[in-house]
């Protein structure tokens, strides 16, 4: 089993489920729409959040932000160690840094120095874009080999410090390349690892990078908390960070939702259908989460070919005919509604469902 850390109320590792994590992507320095943001991504089910901090300035609204917020905040640190100390002095729940870019061995130690005496961890963060010369030159340019032993390398520096609190996570965003690279320090290492695929691109391509980038990791056991990196509003990598973990059954009380494509024998409006169960079950997911219940599959299917079998199969489900739709719960027939009944139906069963747990 993975080591795991602390952050804030969120364990990291070990037995603990995948977290979600985002960044802003305001001028930290704007602590008004900063905290905004921190309240909408928490509310989309963020668990997580890093704020950069490339000066002083940022570093103090750091500070106060942190004093509005509930979410464990953590500090997003590049070059100058004394902002890693001033954002740990002024709450951090973690900082992120690349030790390599911190500079000497003293500056590394204050880090460590700092973060030690408030008992948080600190995440080592190595990026195909900056890894350190001679590890290019050893390997002849980015390898995962190179990843690893760069992210290896200063994890034991840290540990050499006697500190071991530590997270890691290299990126890189060739989706292969991330791969390997995480199964190289998978094997040599226990500390939790921060999955993601770094700048993926916008919404479209970079939700197919994650996808597949984080959907690989974690179906080889790989990955204790995650990003979904987009170009543009973080809120939307929260909401497809909980698809993913949701499309693979492992979020807590997620609803996974299974919809035929339709074809020429569907005889209702079976897209809208499915759309409108997407959409309303989201705030159900959420009260699932809340209450610790497993996860549940609702399947929208069109016709009776295929319909009864994934219906059935499902906790539940409608299979629909000529604009009307036969419910299914657990397994069994309920009843046969009217098109325009079927959405409401199915979210009173899923409602129901959480009665005696509430
Ligand atoms: S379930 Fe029926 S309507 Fe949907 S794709 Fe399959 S055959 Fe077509």
Redo the contacts with the bound molecule.
């Keep these: 089993m993975r080591k795991s850390v602390r952050c804030g109320d969120v364990i990291i590792g070990g037995n603990a489920p995948v977290s979600i994590q985002s960044m802003t992507n305001i001028d930290t320095r704007d602590i008004p729409r900063v905290v905004g943001q921190i309240r909408q991504l928490e509310e989309a089910g963020c668990q997580i959040i890093r704020l950069a901090v490339p000066d002083m300035e940022s570093a103090d609204a750091f500070g106060q932000i942190k004093k509005q917020v509930k979410a464990p905040l953590v500090a997003d640190i590049h070059f100058d160690y004394r902002l890693a100390v001033a954002a740990i002095e002024k709450g951090a729940d973690k900082v992120r840094i690349n030790p390599g870019n911190i500079g000497s061995r003293e500056r590394i130690q204050a880090v460590v120095t700092a973060a030690k005496a408030r008992n948080i961890p600190i995440r080592v963060g190595v990026n195909s874009g900056s890894l350190e010369k001679d590890i290019l030159q050893k390997y002849g340019g980015v390898t995962a080999e190179g990843l690893a032993e760069s992210a290896l390398r200063n994890a034991e520096l840290l540990e050499q410090m006697d500190f071991e609190d530590i997270v890691l996570s290299l990126k890189a965003s060739d989706v292969a390349l991330n791969y390997q690279a995480h199964r190289l320090i998978a094997e040599k290492t226990n500390y939790p690892i921060h999955i993601g695929i770094t700048e993926s691109g916008t919404v479209n391509s970079g939700k197919l990078k994650s996808a597949i980038g984080i959907g690989g990791l974690l179906l080889a056991g790989i990955g204790d908390t995650m990003r979904v990196s987009l170009t543009g509003d973080p809120v939307k990598e929260v909401y497809f960070a909980r698809d993913i973990l949701k499309a693979m059954g492992i979020r807590p009380g997620g609803i996974n939702l299974v919809s035929?494509?339709?074809?020429?024998?569907?005889r209702l409006e079976?897209e809208r259908i499915a759309l409108e169960v997407e959409d309303a079950i989201i705030p159900l997911a959420r009260k699932r989460e809340a209450l610790g219940l497993p996860p549940i599959t609702v399947a929208v299917?069109?016709?009776?070919?295929?319909?009864p079998g994934e219906a059935r199969e499902a906790d539940f489900g409608v299979a629909?005919g000529d604009g009307k739709g036969v419910i299914f719960a657990r397994g069994q027939i309920i009843k046969t509604v009217p098109e325009e009944a079927i959405v409401s139906q199915l979210l009173e069963l899923i409602d129901q469902d959480m009665e005696g747990h509430r």
């Design positions: 035929c494509p339709t074809c020429g024998r569907t079976l299917m069109g016709c009776v070919v295929n319909g629909g």
